[in-house]
Nanobody, 121 residues
Framework: QVQLVESGGGLVQAGGSLRLSCVAS????????MGWYRQAPGKQRELVAD???????VYADSVKGRFTISRDNAKNTVYLQMNSLKPEDTAVYYC???????????????WGQGTQVTVSS
């Protein structure tokens, strides 16, 4: 079994910062993409940032220049540093990963359980 476990969410005032972490655990051979999505009440889930093992990191236009995604491949961990937070960043943030499990051909996609980020004005 594979689990993605997020941490680091919370309540912060506008202009503040938070750092989210997501650890992937289980029988993992390799991880391709790791990224963050978010879903605000009444809205669809949207991409925040995605970081492949090789290639170009992608950010949503709304977070460019404020959020930074990074990975520690040795720890199967992805981070999201969020600065200059705005009330419109309020959402549940989900970790996502494409990874290859032991004994399984090809990659599968996994989601974390989500962590709440609330930005007060």
């Amino acid at each position: 079994q594979v689990q993605l476990v997020e941490s680091g969410g919370g309540l912060v005032q506008a202009g503040g910062s938070l750092r989210l972490s997501c650890v992937a655990s289980g029988s993992i051979v390799s991880i391709n993409n790791m990224g963050w999505y978010r879903q605000a009440p009444g809205k669809q889930r949207e991409l925040v940032a995605d970081m492949p093992s090789r290639g170009i990191t992608v950010y949503a236009d709304s977070v460019k220049g404020r959020f930074t995604i990074s990975r520690d491949n040795a720890k199967n961990t992805v981070y999201l540093q969020m600065n200059s937070l705005k009330p419109e960043d309020t959402a549940v943030y989900y970790c996502n990963a494409d990874l290859v499990r032991v004994g399984v051909r090809g990659a599968d996609n996994y989601w974390g359980q989500g962590t709440q980020v609330t930005v007060s004005s």
